[in-house]
């Protein structure tokens, strides 16, 4: 077969560093209307962070506080986000790529992210990346299973921009990133189906 006459298949493979967006007929209540920022998906799964749903209980303050750490005056407006139902008391910060440590993991050309105390201890003495969002927990795929959810109509995806990943308005997120691809979501089918 010639190059020409090969069928290519339009649809991403690797999802990191875009956004993937919960259908409205999500049955999972932990995704119902989440926006995920993908950090990793490849052949070994997907890892990705919630940017819409802040985590009500606790504050960045109290979050050093408890860490051990001179909150400095670390304001409340930080959130400290919901990024997913696996390994909750674990915390991640996504950011910026102008602040870089030897365990960061660069995601894309704008993006990364970085588990370390340090990070934190940067962001509270006014020091860390312009832009973060801080999260307990992620959102896990094992292989294959985020493509299978995607091809049952549970997810959609659309490119990453700043205002999404690290904008303050977490309640219109959803409808943001469906308004970016151009859905109206009452339009949508809860339905998988083939033409």
Same mark, same amino acid.
């Given at each position: 077969?010639? =190059?020409?006459?090969?069928?290519?298949?339009?649809?991403? &493979?690797?999802?990191?560093?875009?956004?993937?967006?919960?259908?409205?007929?999500?049955? $999972?209540?932990?995704?119902?209307?989440?926006?995920?920022?993908?950090?990793?998906?490849?052949? $070994?799964?997907? #890892?990705?962070?919630?940017?819409?749903?802040?985590?009500?209980?606790?504050?960045?303050?109290?979050?050093?506080?408890?860490?051990? /750490? =001179?909150? !400095?005056?670390?304001? +409340?407006?930080?959130?400290?986000?919901?990024?997913g139902p696996v390994e909750s008391g674990r915390g991640f910060v996504l950011h910026s790529r102008d602040y870089l440590q030897e365990a960061t993991m660069i995601v894309d050309h704008d993006v990364a992210l970085t588990a370390?105390?340090?990070?934190?201890?940067?962001?509270?003495?006014?020091?860390?990346? !312009? &832009?973060?969002?801080?999260?307990?927990?992620?959102?896990?795929?094992?292989?294959?299973?985020? +493509?299978?959810? /995607?091809?049952?109509?549970?997810?959609?995806?659309?490119?990453? +921009?700043?205002?999404?990943?690290?904008?303050? =308005?977490? =309640?219109?997120?959803? &409808? !943001?990133? #469906?308004?970016?691809?151009?859905? $109206?979501?009452?339009?949508?089918? +809860?339905?998988?189906?083939?033409?």
């Amino acid at each position: 077969m010639s =190059d020409s006459n090969k069928i290519i298949d339009e649809t991403p &493979q690797y999802l990191a560093g875009q956004l993937i967006i919960a259908m409205p007929a999500m049955r $999972d209540p932990r995704f119902e209307k989440t926006v995920i920022y993908m950090c990793a998906h490849n052949d $070994d799964g997907a #890892m990705g962070l919630v940017v819409n749903r802040a985590l009500e209980s606790l504050t960045f303050p109290d979050m050093l506080e408890q860490l051990g /750490i =001179d909150p !400095r005056g670390a304001g +409340d407006k930080i959130n400290v986000h919901l990024g997913g139902p696996v390994e909750s008391g674990r915390g991640f910060v996504l950011h910026s790529r102008d602040y870089l440590q030897e365990a960061t993991m660069i995601v894309d050309h704008d993006v990364a992210l970085t588990a370390t105390i340090e990070i934190l201890k940067a962001i509270a003495d006014g020091e860390g990346p !312009r &832009q973060s969002l801080l999260a307990l927990g992620y959102a896990g795929w094992g292989p294959g299973q985020l +493509d299978t959810e /995607i091809k049952g109509n549970g997810w959609l995806h659309v490119a990453a +921009d700043a205002d999404l990943v690290f904008g303050p =308005d977490l =309640d219109s997120k959803w &409808q !943001r990133a #469906m308004d970016k691809i151009g859905i $109206d979501p009452r339009m949508l089918s +809860d339905a998988a189906g083939h033409a």
